[in-house]
């Protein structure tokens, strides 16, 4: 009897201790392999998003799962009910923290694809997601970046996705004289 005790205690703890340690997903990347117009962008707007949100009982390892979730594909809700979800805040602290890294970068990317849907082609999430996490602990901490790195990285990637905007329009503009003269000749 005893040694099923034991056992049982064992197998408890062993859960216990697997659950617990659970990564988050989420790891830095080297400094060499972050692209600086992305970690830019993403830092510069989450600091301009969270600036007076974050404290320091923020989950951010939480929000940072989140974010991961939903750069690996792994959010089975449609935005639209985890908008829902964090209007209601009835939520715990990680589950809130959580859901609004996943409701973040999903509107950061509806942001890019708004200007172009080829824009987002042109970051890399590792960093994007490296620039996030900097800034929330910045953040916590009280101490934002706004330097050199920061402001040339964001006007990279302004300038990049301009430029594919730019290139886009002429193909959008021939695209539509096409339909428009095809609907004028069926007349």
């Not at 750069?71 to 715990?92: C, H, K, T, W, Y």
């Not at 970051?123 to 900097?134: K, L, R």
Request: net charge positive; aromatic share 8%.
């Amino acid at each position: 009897m005893k040694s099923v005790k034991s056992w049982l205690a064992l197998a408890a703890l062993l859960v216990l201790t697997a659950c617990s340690s659970k990564p988050s997903g989420w790891s830095r990347i080297p400094d060499s392999e972050v692209d600086q117009k992305s970690y830019a962008i993403a830092y510069g707007a989450t600091g301009q998003t969270y600036a007076d949100r974050v404290n320091e009982s923020y989950d951010i390892p939480s929000f940072m799962r989140g974010v991961d979730d939903w750069f690996n594909n792994r959010v089975n809700l449609p935005v639209e009910q985890i908008r829902a979800s964090l209007l209601n805040r009835m939520l715990d602290n990680n589950v809130f923290a959580y859901y609004s890294g996943v409701l973040y970068v999903a509107e950061l990317q509806e942001n890019f694809n708004r200007l172009s849907p080829t824009c987002w082609g042109l970051v890399q999430t590792p960093s994007i997601a490296q620039g996030i996490h900097d800034a929330m602990l910045d953040i916590q901490k009280n101490k934002l970046r706004h330097d050199e790195y920061i402001q040339n990285g964001a006007e990279q990637i302004l300038h990049l996705c301009v430029k594919q905007v730019e290139k886009e329009q002429p193909k959008a503009k021939k695209n539509n004289k096409k339909t428009t003269s095809k609907k004028t000749n069926k007349k």
